[in-house]
């Protein structure tokens, strides 16, 4: 069975297919600038990376370009026909409240997840894009939506409701979905898979630090608490995202210094966070250097990160009575060993202990921590496209 995982954001095509028999990348490739007259595509097959200059209009020309050149076309092709697909995985950002799993695309759920663009005006939008140009170049191909909210929806009410006045929760649908779910649920599943035990049994705090970060409290296999809120601005700070702040100083910022709704947006959502508090960079990298010449905001930055970070996770040992095992996952989970160490360094009072020359490792699924260690913590590479692809694969074959 192959399925096509696609991911579309409002300029932005993503694209893998994937052998199931084996859980095998077959191709894949990234759209960019989508609509502007630079548009290209960079795809990685077989180990090598080819960029192409092929600018599109739409969505929908992106796709039929990856359909007739890069899936099926003399030269990049990888399979003769486009039947040899199965079925069409599609990421979907946000699912609010109607969907607390992976669904079979149909005309009801295309309305329900227009429904919920209000909660996600820039991103849900772009995955209909995606799910509409598909419709039209794949007729009746079987198309299932996954979504990034959908893990969180085991949530118990007292963790996601927010203290307002109770009829915005009931009108306006205002409480904490959460995102990276797939990332979450991948990187739970497989630590279990990893340690050898049940994931019913384990207490699990899933780290996805990436650009976009959030941590996740995984109690017997179901989340049960998660850093991001309503939007995915809320939680830890992020690499240029403000995460959780006082309230209040949104107003501030408009009434003294004159900001608009928009800019108050654009200054929380990319001028905040590391590259805010550093002055430097969004880049953990380039911050890190700047630390280690002895930029003063940089190691602040830094510290500011881990303190938060850990914070999030001893939080998480309340929400879920307990932490059996800690998982870093996403860019900077995956690569920035010391921000792993200055986290786990700040968790040394629960019985944290982590090796620091297995620490010193990038992207590798490994555990970290000694055999000491209270609490064990990993790495998990995430795998968000083949968790995608497994559930489309489940929900296609027991259609
Ligand atoms: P993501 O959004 O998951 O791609 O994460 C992006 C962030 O991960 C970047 O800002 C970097 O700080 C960090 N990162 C990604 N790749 C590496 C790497 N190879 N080495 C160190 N840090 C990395």
């Known amino acids: ?55 599109v209009a739409n969505h929908d020309l992106a796709l039929k370009f990856v359909m007739e050149e890069l899936l099926t076309g003399e030269k990049y092709g990888v399979i003769q026909d486009l039947n040899e697909i199965d079925a069409v995985g599609h990421r979907l950002v946000h699912g609010g409240e109607k969907f607390s799993s992976s669904v079979l695309i149909t005309d009801e759920v295309i309305e329900q997840i227009k429904e919920c663009i209000p909660l996600a005006p820039l991103h849900n939008p772009a995955c209909l894009l995606g799910i509409e ?21 085991t949530m118990p009410k007292e963790n996601y409701i927010y203290p ?45 630090l990436g650009q976009g970060a959030s941590l996740c409290a995984v109690d017997g296999g179901k989340s049960v608490n998660t850093s991001m809120g309503l939007t995915p601005l809320g939680g830890i700070a992020m690499c240029a995202r403000c ?10 910022l408009m009434d003294t210094l004159g900001k608009t709704k928009e800019e108050v947006n654009s200054i929380l959502n990319k001028e905040s966070g590391v590259l805010g508090i550093s002055g430097i960079s969004p880049d953990f990298r380039d911050v890190e250097a700047a630390k280690a010449e002895g930029n003063e905001r940089a190691a602040l930055a830094i510290d500011f990160y881990n303190h938060t970070v850990a914070e999030y996770i001893a939080r998480y040992a309340v929400s879920m009575q307990g932490i059996d095992v800690i998982v870093f996952t996403a860019g900077i989970g995956e690569n920035q060993i010391n921000i792993r160490k200055g986290i786990c360094e700040k968790l040394q009072f629960m019985g944290v202990e982590i090796d620091e020359n297995i620490n010193n490792c990038r992207g590798e699924e490994v555990e970290i921590s000694t055999s000491n260690s209270k609490i064990k913590v990993y790495v998990i590479p995430t795998d968000e496209e083949l968790m995608i692809a497994r559930d489309t694969k489940e929900i296609v074959e027991n259609r």
């Not at 995460?243 to 501030?252: F, K, Q």
């Open 164 to 208: 307002l006045p109770y009829e915005y929760y009931e009108k306006y649908k205002i409480r904490k979905y959460g995102f990276h779910g797939t990332s979450h649920k991948f990187v739970s599943k497989r630590v279990a898979e990893v340690m050898n035990q049940k994931i019913e049994d384990l207490k699990i705090v899933t780290c996805h």
């Open 1 to 55: 069975m192959k399925i096509l995982v696609l991911n579309c954001g409002s300029s932005s095509l993503k694209y893998q297919l994937i052998d199931m028999e084996k859980e095998d990348v077959v191709t894949k490739g990234t759209y960019e600038r989508i609509g502007q007259d630079n548009s290209f595509v960079t795809i990685k097959q077989n180990g090598e990376k080819t960029r192409l200059e092929h600018p």
């Open 133 to 153: 140009a598909c419709k039209k170049q794949m007729k009746d191909m079987p198309m299932v939506a996954v979504f990034d909210t959908a893990f969180h929806q």
């Open 243 to 252: 995460g959780d702040m006082d309230p209040s100083i949104v107003g501030y």
